[in-house]
């Protein structure tokens, strides 16, 4: 297992490996990650990883936890892309050292109804997230060149150029080049 999150603070950033059970908050005693930021609960949230799925629990915080700008209300599995806000706290999966079984596992399905009603938000959503999204879009490629190098590929398709045919010359029609073209 080799799961890790993102927690960024303000301008501090730091990488934790997921383990069975981790909880966050404010308390520097009874929480196994401490986050000082007065928005946040002594023990706000529980992030567990069971059956390969990470499942995210608000513990009854006073401001609530969110998911992708949404009030979580139960527990909710959380899927690559998406992030666990709490107080001024963002937290996402890194995904720089997922396998491919862990990404397959962490992949959000597609769902064509949801697509459709939720792409209004979407837009939105993602403009709240651009420097994680960014951060995870690079990530993926790293991930994407790492699949290409461990197949044995080469990273960059390589183009066949198609060669162009030359037209041929208008042809001459007098006696004289007919002439010279004969003894030639």
Known sequence: MSISLIIKSGENKAKVLIKPKLSFGRSKSSVDISIDD????????EITYHN????VKDLGSTN??????????????????????IGNCIICIDLNDLTDIE????????DANEIS?????????????????????????KQ?????INKKQPIQ???KKVAKKKKPEPEDKTVMTKILKFFK
Do not use: C, M, W
């Not at 007065?38 to 949230?45: A, F």
């Not at 390969?52 to 499942?55: C, D």
């Not at 969110?66 to 892309?81: F, G």
């Open 144 to 148: 994407k060149l790492r699949a290409e």
């Open 157 to 159: 398709k390589v183009r």
């Open 117 to 141: 009603h939720n792409s209004t938000q979407t837009s939105t959503v993602l403009s709240d997230q651009t420097g994680f999204l960014a951060l995870n879009q690079l990530s993926l490629e």
């Open 52 to 55: 390969k799925e990470i499942i």
């Open 38 to 45: 007065s928005k946040i609960s002594s023990k706000h949230l």
């Open 64 to 85: 609530g936890t969110y998911i992708n700008n949404k009030k979580l209300i139960d527990e909710q599995r959380l899927y690559i892309y998406e992030t666990v806000r």
């Open 103 to 110: 990404y397959k596992f962490l992949t959000k399905p597609v």
